[in-house]
Nanobody, 124 residues
């Protein structure tokens, strides 16, 4: 398993942008599929985006497609989530996740490693 630490959350106006970062420990970062999830108050945690081991394939929830971009830097053990055109409904705690299996990350179940989360608040 890897240790994950998110950063970059904050308060932003609707229509604005934020970039989240997730730094991973260990020397096997490139062997993990990475993902972002979010949990809004009173709601279940939901899948946002995932990226394959090399970064060649990406996957997005319909609600963020065209607005969010996931990327990774395997040399620096970091995964990013660029969030543009933010909406009020994007307000949530955002979590970074890692697992060796793509299916596991996209499904969001039994994921091996989670970060502690970073708060994103979008205001009107």
């Amino acid at each position: 398993q890897v240790q994950l630490v998110e950063s970059g959350g904050g308060l932003v106006q609707a229509g604005g942008s934020l970039r989240l970062s997730c730094a991973a420990s260990g020397r096997t970062f490139s062997s993990y599929v990475m993902g972002w999830f979010r949990q809004a108050p009173g709601k279940e945690r939901e899948f946002v985006a995932a990226i394959s081991w090399s970064g060649g394939s990406t996957y997005y929830a319909d609600s963020v497609k065209g607005r969010f971009t996931i990327s990774r830097d395997n040399a620096n053990n970091t995964v990013y989530l660029q969030m543009n055109s933010l909406k009020l409904e994007d307000t949530a705690v955002y979590y970074c996740a890692a697992d060796r299996a793509l299916r596991t990350v996209v499904a969001g179940t039994n994921i091996g490693s989670w970060g502690q989360g970073t708060q994103v608040t979008v205001s009107s």
